[in-house]
């Protein structure tokens, strides 16, 4: 059974940020956007929570999809900065949404959690064990950034993006592929520990780590599909610096026009980047069905992930020559 994205939805917070508002801070607007690539990020205000934005992101989602709550038999929601300790997002959001009680889990692989997120929700729908699984990433970065540090203050906003994954119905057509990895050796170059519960980060490392992986790991899966990057139709890398994405997509020989840069209006939203990604890339008209979406990110840990999946694809989608398919 194979699977396909069946539609997307995204929040934001309603506070918008701009980067005069770290001036105090030593920096300036041209500093960031030359280095970063960011205007503007949102943060959660007072009374807002990440279920909030999850619940709206995922009914989105839903509508996209043309499903309702009572067809979802997974939920899976990734974040690192929940409501609670405990208990997770996942459970209440499927309450929200009046899901009838489906398994609800969160999980937290940092920046990559949402490929991850989205690698065990195909695995569910191909094993046969869910039809439809909503995957969703709801993130509050400014829950953990140090608002006195310039070096990270800057880079980081809040927001929640979810998919519906549904199967297609069809047993012939190209099975979404998704390659996942981790290094336990870095964890000091990115990381937030339980006593000041901040982001700390050496980001030049981190950067040409980033660059390497996300490049690195989207020519494997690539060439594990036996396609190439002419037949990406959209590539969407974690959102965390545009230079970084800019430096991916050289590396791979992505046109700019077919790379989804998001950071510039909403900043480094860590795992809910992508989802939000794809979602602009939706709203923009630069997706249509059956389009091939391949994605690359890298977080904390390390923890990596490059995946390939279809857009909206369905019975009818043109199936891939043998040698073109995915291997299972
Ligand atoms: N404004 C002005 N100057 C600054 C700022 C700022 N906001 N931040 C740093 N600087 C200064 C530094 O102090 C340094 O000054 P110095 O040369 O006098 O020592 C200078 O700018 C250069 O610093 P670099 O760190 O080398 O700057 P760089 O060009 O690498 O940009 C950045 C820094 C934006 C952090 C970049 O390294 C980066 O994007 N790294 C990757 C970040 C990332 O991907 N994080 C992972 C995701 S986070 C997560 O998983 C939740």
């Known amino acids: 059974m194979t699977v396909t994205i069946a539609g997307v939805g995204a929040a934001l917070p ?8 770290f001036a105090p801070l030593d920096t300036s607007h041209e500093w960031i956007v030359k280095r970063t690539g960011i205007h503007t990020r949102h943060w959660l205000g007072p009374g807002e929570t990440l279920a909030d934005l999850a619940e709206q992101a995922s009914r989105e989602a839903l509508a996209d999809a043309g499903r309702s709550a009572h067809e979802i038999d997974h939920v899976v929601v990734s974040t690192v900065t929940p409501d609670r300790v405990t208990p997770g997002i996942a459970p209440e959001l499927a309450t929200r949404l009046g899901a009838p009680g489906p398994p609800a ?8 959690g949402f490929l991850y997120a989205l690698d065990y929700g195909c695995a569910l729908i191909e094993t046969g064990r869910a039809h439809c699984v909503l995957v969703c990433a709801a993130e509050a970065l400014s829950r953990i950034t140090d608002r006195t540090d310039r070096s990270t203050a800057v880079l980081f906003g809040d927001a929640a993006g979810a998919v519906v994954l549904s199967s297609t119905g069809a047993d012939g057509s190209e099975r979404p592929r998704f390659l996942l990895g981790s290094d336990g050796r870095h964890t000091d170059l990115l990381y937030a520990d339980l006593e000041d519960r901040v982001l700390r980060m050496s980001g030049r490392e981190v950067y040409e780590f980033a660059v390497d992986t996300m490049a690195g790991q989207t020519r494997k899966v690539l060439a594990e599909c036996g396609l190439t990057t002419a037949d990406i139709d959209c590539f969407i890398g974690h959102q965390a610096n545009v230079r970084i994405l800019r430096a991916v997509a050289a590396a791979l020989d992505i046109p700019q026009a077919r790379s989804q840069i998001s950071i510039d209006k909403v900043g480094n939203t860590s795992s809910a980047s992508i989802p939000f990604a794809l979602w602009q890339a939706r709203g923009a008209g630069r997706l249509r069905p059956g389009d091939r979406i391949v994605m690359a990110a890298f977080g904390a840990g390390f923890v990596w992930g490059a995946g390939v999946i279809r857009w909206k694809a369905t019975p009818n989608t043109a199936v891939q020559t043998q040698e073109e398919t995915c291997p299972t």
């Open 105 to 112: 889990l969160d999980l937290n692989a940092a920046c990559a």
């Open 14 to 21: 309603s506070a918008v940020l701009g980067n005069d508002h």
